[in-house]
């Protein structure tokens, strides 16, 4: 009889969410400011982990209404899977990431629940990304951009 090993997995899945708003001839893009560490005062894109009783998408809906109040969604667009080993301190990360393109820069207004985990949501030109970002976010947000040809 053949012995099997089982190896068990200590990771997490997350999502994470690229918003880029267009107005007139600006595009923008969506950051939080981190409250807790790791990346304690640094800026991100909205995003956390996804709940076990949730799909990837109600899990990115989810997150980015609790970070930064934004709820008008026409499209939610999967770019890309994120899974580089150590992209997040704490522990194993595999991060499913995506897009939504705004028409307007609706104002922000993150929840004051618990369950938030950022101080500050804010839109920023393109030109103006307050580089480095936290975790690989530098990384998803440029490849984001590119894939889309939105630079």
């Not at 600006?26 to 996804?50: D, S």
């Not at 993150?110 to 101080?119: A, F, H, I, L, V």
């Amino acid at each position: 009889m053949q012995k099997f090993i089982i190896d068990i997995q200590e990771l997490k899945v997350a999502v994470d969410i690229v918003v880029i708003s267009k107005e007139k001839d600006e595009k923008y893009l969506l950051l939080i400011k981190r409250k807790y560490t790791p990346f304690e005062g640094k800026w991100a894109i909205p995003g956390g982990f996804v709940n076990n009783h949730e799909e990837l998408e109600e899990a990115a809906l989810r997150e980015l209404k609790e970070e930064t109040g934004f709820t008008k969604v026409k499209e939610l667009v999967q770019v890309e899977t994120f899974g580089k080993v150590n992209r997040d301190p704490r522990k194993r990360v595999i991060s499913i990431v995506y897009l939504i393109i705004s028409e307007d820069k609706p104002a922000l207004k993150p929840s004051k629940g618990e369950d938030n985990d950022t101080t500050e949501a804010k839109w920023f030109k393109l030109a103006e990304i307050p580089y480095p970002l936290a975790f690989d976010h530098d990384q998803i947000v440029k490849k984001t951009l590119n894939k889309f040809n939105i630079i």
